[in-house]
């Protein structure tokens, strides 16, 4: 079982849709989540990092459950620029950093 | 603020020949990472320096990868040699601390093995 494992995708939504991606870990002892998005051929940036409490920043949404160990991204009123690959971000034992393999959205007019 | 700086944006080579890749970190971020995204999955993490010490090379193909920060600024990573399954886009990432919430990325270098 991997690490870090994510919905494979691709998930092709119209404009204005709502979509949610899933995330999960294996390692109970993981400590910090993030996502991040990856346009085609640039490299990663930070969407936003991934609370305990759940945290909203705009049209984007992103959930943490311990318990069931995964993680959740939940994007509203989808643009066109929202199309990309999103990767899930899971960091343990204090520095070590795992990315999953990403799930990849088109936004379609 | 200058980002993250990577050279050389493009590489091919044949399959057997050594290959490096330079690295220049956002100034004043202590530790620098390589990561190794192949066509498809997400980014790997190869390495990661503190400073100019290795906090985690535990997935560095050692016997054919290498990497180095002397001076604790800029980084190089070589390839050994070189196999087809390293065809891949090279990233190197800077934060100031540890954490993945802030690490910038550059550009990357994408590798063609032949």
């Known amino acids: 079982r991997k690490e870090v494992e994510q919905d494979p995708g691709p998930f092709n939504v119209p404009e204005g849709a709502t979509v949610a991606f899933n995330c999960t870990y294996s390692n109970s002892a993981s400590q910090s989540f993030f996502w991040y998005r990856q346009d085609c051929r640039k490299e990663p940036k930070l969407l936003m990092s991934v609370y305990s409490s759940g945290n909203e920043d705009g049209r984007f949404t992103a959930q943490l459950n311990r318990a069931s160990q995964y993680i959740s991204l939940l994007i509203r009123d989808s643009k066109l620029s929202d199309s990309a690959t999103y990767l899930c971000v899971v960091r343990y034992g204090g520095f070590k950093t795992i990315f999953g393999a990403g799930t990849r959205l088109f936004v379609k007019a | ?114």
């Open chain 2, 1 to 114: 603020e200058a980002g993250v700086a990577q050279s050389p944006r493009y590489k091919i080579i044949e399959k057997r020949q050594s290959v490096a890749f330079w690295c220049n970190p956002i100034s004043g971020h202590a530790t620098l990472y390589w990561y190794q995204q192949i066509l498809g999955q997400g980014p790997k993490l190869l390495i990661q320096f503190q400073n100019n010490g290795v906090v985690d090379d535990s997935q560095l193909p050692k016997d054919r990868f290498s990497a180095e920060r002397l001076k604790g600024v800029d980084s190089t990573l070589k390839i050994q040699p070189a196999k087809l399954e390293d065809s891949a886009v090279y990233l190197c990432a800077s934060s100031p601390g540890q954490g993945p919430d802030t690490q910038y990325f550059g550009p990357g270098t994408r590798l063609t093995v032949l």
